[in-house]
């Protein structure tokens, strides 16, 4: 899986790209079975919504996770911004086991 990092109004350091990586790339062993029809695509765009707010949901994590045939999308609005990239990969998680139900409901049924 490739995972391209983005960020806007927040500078990207090395602890929160590891952490994007680690949290992100443990999607990988469900993703697989899909990156034999090519290569899995991932975009995660990190954010801090304003400089002028001290606290609420200032952080915006987002996750555009490019499969065959199918796009999924994840996002979500914290106060740290480590929560926000463990909420995206909670979503993308239900969403990849939600999508891979219905390619295999999908797949022709081999006759004996």
Known sequence: MNIIIHSKNLDITPSIREYVEIKIGALDHLLQRFEAEGEIK????????????????????????????????????????RIAIDEIKNKLHNEIIKYKEIAINLRPVKEK
């Open 42 to 81: 991932t975009e995660i765009e990190i954010a801090r919504t304003t400089k002028h707010h001290k606290s609420g949901n200032v952080f915006y994590a987002e996750a555009n996770l490019r499969l065959p045939k199918k796009n999924l999308r994840a996002e979500h609005y914290d106060s740290d911004i």
